[in-house]
């Protein structure tokens, strides 16, 4: 089922921390035009009615008026939405996505205890610019990211052992997006040492994907063929995440100075070809989720502060 919200007021600012009512909002790449914050790192603020209800019930406080939490955009839904960084809200032409949720406290915003626009507080970009006003109803789209785990092994993929490597670099992953709050899907594949075949998957994958990672065929016998297949996809190289794993591992464990792992980006899809064992996955994997969020944000071309 579709969700959608319905803007109940909006507002903008004159000055900063002064919010004002509005008729409606005209939006352009920068915010909102006429506001104050149009062009800054948070040109939209929303927020959630139901949030407003709940910071009158904790703090016995009358229901604040309109704009009272400096939202530009005030909606109800029929629930409170569970809204991550990069969802969307979509009305006909008009795209708003979201850029953070919550921000560093001010102490306008202050209540005993309770912080509600920084805890709460959607701030979206504008991707598509346009016109609302209160009555409009948006189309609430959740970002999923989606990542392709791709095995290389000629014996894994006629069944002659179990693929280990593939499944754990997948839980390593999983378990890291829960932990950042993103939502994440993926697919594992299987393939045998074949350029054809991964040529042909990544070109499927960078069509669909927001993480393609490869593990196995990065050594230097005559079957390991990852790099060369993938080099060709990545537009922009990332040498030094995989610089620093193949340092730091390689001091006590020589062999991973062999490793011939590659990182880039391709458009808003990174790619990674890692060793095949389940070691080193692990060991890459833990590397590459220290800096992966940075990584999207600054593919997605979204500050933070």
Known sequence: MTQKIKIIATNAAGERGSKFPVKELLLDQDGIVGDVHAGTIRPVSMFDEAQAERFSKI???????HGEFAENILFKTSEILDIK??????????ILEVTQKGKPFHDEFREPGNYVMPREGIFCRVLNGGILKAGNEMEYLPKIFRAKIITLSDRASRGV???????ALTQILEKHFQKIN?????????????????????????????????????GIGPRDITPEVMKPFIHKEIPGIIEMIRWKYGVEKPGALISRALAGVNGKTLLFALPGSVRAVGEYMTEINKHLEHLIYMIEGVERH
Do not use: Q
């Open 85 to 94: 960084t990069f969802d969307r809200f979509v009305k006909g032409d008009v």
């Open 59 to 65: 703090t016995g406080a009358v229901k604040p008026d």
């Open 161 to 167: 052992y179990e693929d280990k490597s593939g499944p």
């Open 182 to 218: 993103w939502r994440l899907e993926t697919e594992n594949i299987i393939l045998p040492d074949s350029e054809e075949k991964l040529r042909e998957i990544l070109e499927s994958a960078l069509k669909s994907s927001d993480i393609i990672i490869t593990t196995g065929g990065t």
